[in-house]
């Protein structure tokens, strides 16, 4: 009967003959004979450190022998104490027990809380609307979504660089909280390729380009993008535009201090294409466009698709912004327009575009435009 220092329990072996017994006892012997030698020369401080190791582990149930041996095996298949700290990290990551909950359930659990935690209703309708997205597309447990797949995801909506960002940052946001609650191992878009956006690269569409959106939209979407094309009002304050606030016949809009970014009442001069545009709405009442915010990204996808032009994020301000001062040369009345500075439109938007340019993205008109004087003329009765 031997005792196994590995284990820590004792064992009995079997021999064929009494020579082999003897042999393996009198090994035994010798490796007691050691042990008891090298324990007699053990230095004061190598007992300080046997002892502390030992009581480290002793909480666990394992011996220092045990350890001992465990981790030589480790060290000699990572190469390093760090890589073995760094692979049983990872072990517990991946082995970590979560609790399997649909996406769809994780994200209407984070809008509720977000809502009861008094988050805007922008921000509640920015989240809603990309979180809804990213759940249709992911109709499976949350803790099963690998990084491979959301970056897959990410390619196929062939977004512009701030657009992929702020996708990005939202599902980021959503197994972040999925990771705290348990809903999640780790956050797959940690490894998603991250992508630099350039504040100073405006993205524009051309004539053509727009020509056909408005061709491709819905009825419903078109007085909205015409808006943002031509009149270079944002997305948020034609969400929240009234028809009351278009006059087509003086051919000016009101952007109300409670509907423009900036918080400061401006007024927007309706471009003689524009009229055109918005000439068959004339006299309608209400919200210019009448459904939700969610609504009113997926008609603008659903437009760019129908039309094959790629969407590029704030492009439709932008391309007015660029146009209008290539047309007029001055930068205080384009900046007036806009809701902004002039020095803004100076930095972002000067030689841009060409004259030539501005002239045809002005010149685009409905195929059929409608009698304009007259709906005009009725919008303002």
Known sequence: MVANHATGKRRFDCYRTEAEALEAADRLARQLSERDVLAASITREEAIHYAAASQALKPLGVTLSQAVFTFAEAFGITG???????????????NKRTVPKPVADVVAELLTIKESRGASPRYLQDLRY???????????????????????????????????????????????????????????????????VRNGDIAIFSPAEIAKLLAA?????????????????????????????????????VVGASKAKTAGRRIVPVADNLLQWLAPFAGRKGNVWPGTHEDFYAAQQDAAKAAGVPWKTNALRH???????????????????????????????????????????????????????????????
């Open 217 to 253: 939209a819905s009825p419903d979407y078109l007085p909205s993008l015409a808006l943002g094309a031509f009149a270079g009002l944002r997305s948020a304050e034609i969400e929240r535009l009234e028809w009351s606030e278009i006059h087509l016949a003086e051919k000016f809009i």
């Open 130 to 196: 990309r979180l809804g997205v990213f759940a249709d597309a992911f109709q499976k447990d949350t803790c099963n979504v690998t990084t491979a797949e959301v970056q897959a995801w990410l390619d196929s909506l062939k977004l512009a660089s701030q657009s992929y960002a702020n996708h990005r940052r939202v599902v980021s946001l959503l197994f972040g909280f999925a990771v705290a609650r348990g809903y999640a191992a780790d956050n797959p878009v940690e490894g998603v390729e991250r992508v630099k």
């Open 319 to 381: 391309s007015y912004a660029s146009y209008r001062f290539a047309l007029t040369n001055d930068a205080g009345r384009v900046a007036g327009e806009c809701g902004n500075s002039a020095a803004v439109i100076h930095r972002h938007y000067r030689e841009l575009v060409r004259p030539e340019d501005a002239h045809r993205w002005f010149a685009v008109k409905p195929e059929a435009p409608a009698n304009v004087v007259t709906l005009a003329t009725a919008a303002n009765a």
């Open 80 to 94: 390093s104490a760090s890589g073995v700290l760094a692979a049983a990290k990872f072990f517990a990551a991946r």
